[in-house]
């Protein structure tokens, strides 16, 4: 359902993202793991193009991410669920306002969107909190908003840029249990970048190891941690290990 060609980034003389190809199926949960700098944010965020590549393509149900108008581009954003690293939740909204925001401004009738929002916070736990504001919230009941807001529209792609990293170790379970439930509950084709080592081997059909700006190795949990080739599969092997 997306495929990515010869992607590429440069911030300056930095090359972020350099030659990125990944193909990924329908259905597909796809980790994308490596060291802080080594372009995983940016190749994420390339994918709904909140961050613009400088060349390649990126291709969704056959059409090029890059060549849509500013419509099309609305439109198709309204298919992919995008969780934020620190949640990007509007603090003077309640919850549900948050989780239904965009089901308003698509058009949806207040109602309906309502309706669905709820049912977006049931799935995330959070169905007795949708009054409160969101700094009332722990953080990870904040990212689980975070997540209901993601879902809400029954996206056919979720993109995950490191949903726990900003929680504390204690708030961080909560959150992988309610991503690993939806991994394995929904039909959603996943892309997730995450530095939770076991939650990857557990929710992952591949992995992709990222090193500047390149994918150095990838395959099932097994392959990339239990024989690993690359430097950086190495450094995860050791780390499972330790
Ligand atoms: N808007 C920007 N302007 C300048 N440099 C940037 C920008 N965004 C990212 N970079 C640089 O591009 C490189 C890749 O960044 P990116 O955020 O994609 O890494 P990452 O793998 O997500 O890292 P982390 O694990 O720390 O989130 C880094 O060196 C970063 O400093
Ligand atoms: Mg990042």
């Not at 490596?34 to 990126?58: A, M, V, W, Y």
């Not at 099309?72 to 949640?87: A, S």
């Not at 239904?100 to 959070?126: N, P, S």
């Not at 700006?213 to 392959?223: D, F, H, L, Q």
């Amino acid at each position: 359902m997306l495929e990515i060609k010869n992607l590429s980034k440069s911030y300056g003389k930095l090359k972020a993202v350099d030659g990125v190809d990944m193909k990924i199926s329908r259905g597909e949960t796809v980790v994308i793991m490596g060291p802080s700098g080594c372009g995983k944010s940016t190749t994420i965020r390339c994918i709904n193009r909140l961050t613009e590549p400088d060349t390649g393509e990126i291709i969704v149900e056959g059409k090029n991410i890059l060549e849509l108008s500013d419509k099309e581009l609305l439109k198709f954003r309204r298919k992919v669920g995008y969780v934020f690293q620190h949640f990007n939740l509007i603090a003077r909204l309640s919850v549900l306002d948050n989780v239904m925001f965009h089901l308003v401004l698509a058009g949806l009738d207040r109602q309906e969107a309502t309706a669905r929002a709820q049912l977006a916070l049931a799935k995330v736990g959070l169905a007795n909190e949708w009054n409160k504001r969101p700094g009332n919230l722990s953080g990870g009941q904040q990212q689980r908003v975070g997540i209901a807001r993601a879902l809400v529209g029954n996206p056919e792609l979720m993109l995950w840029d490191e949903p726990t990293a900003s929680l504390d170790p204690i708030l961080v379970r909560e959150v992988l249990d309610v991503m690993e439930e939806l991994v394995q509950t929904t039909k959603t084709t996943m892309v997730i970048v995450t530095h939770e080592v076991s939650f990857a081997s557990k929710v992952a059909d591949r992995i992709l190891l990222m090193d500047k700006g390149k994918i150095v190795e990838a395959g099932t949990p097994a392959e990339v941690f239990g024989n690993p080739q690359s430097e950086i599969g190495i450094k995860y092997q050791r780390l499972i290990a330790s």
